[in-house]
Nanobody
Framework: VQLQASGGGLVQAGGSLRLSCAAS????????MGWFREAPGKEREFVAA????????YYADSVKGRFIISRDNAKNTVYLQMNSLKPEDMAVYYC?????????????????????WGKGTQVTVSS
């Protein structure tokens, strides 16, 4: 599977960005998808995830109410709409996919089972 993220850039605090991740190489609609981020000096952390059909979504507490994850299975693409951006949202954002359909899960603020990763896209938020 190949995952190609795009849409990062420089934005002022309070602004918005929409990230996209195009997937190829297998049946997109069979796999849950997610977004993670990694800030300098910090571990990679869960941001948001979405089920195969798009009917279930999960968010880190830090982005709940500001970010929206969605997917278009006809376009093999998952999105992350980021609103009210804060300087602490600045990071490299990575798109991820389940390795096994339905195997990923959310627990206590973390998301497990995302085993395929794309190259990241940088999001920079100026204060």
């Amino acid at each position: 599977v190949q995952l190609q993220a795009s849409g990062g850039g420089l934005v002022q605090a309070g602004g918005s960005l929409r990230l996209s991740c195009a997937a190829s190489g297998r049946t997109f609609s069979s796999y849950g998808m997610g977004w993670f981020r990694e800030a300098p000096g910090k571990e990679r952390e869960f941001v948001a995830a979405i089920s195969r059909s798009g009917g279930s979504t999960y968010y880190a507490d830090s982005v709940k109410g500001r970010f929206i994850i969605s997917r278009d299975n006809a376009k093999n693409t998952v999105y992350l709409q980021m609103n009210s951006l804060k300087p602490e949202d600045m990071a490299v954002y990575y798109c991820a996919s389940e390795e096994t359909p339905g195997a990923s899960y959310y627990s206590a603020g973390h998301y497990y089972g995302m085993d395929y990763w794309g190259k990241g896209t940088q999001v920079t938020v100026s204060s």
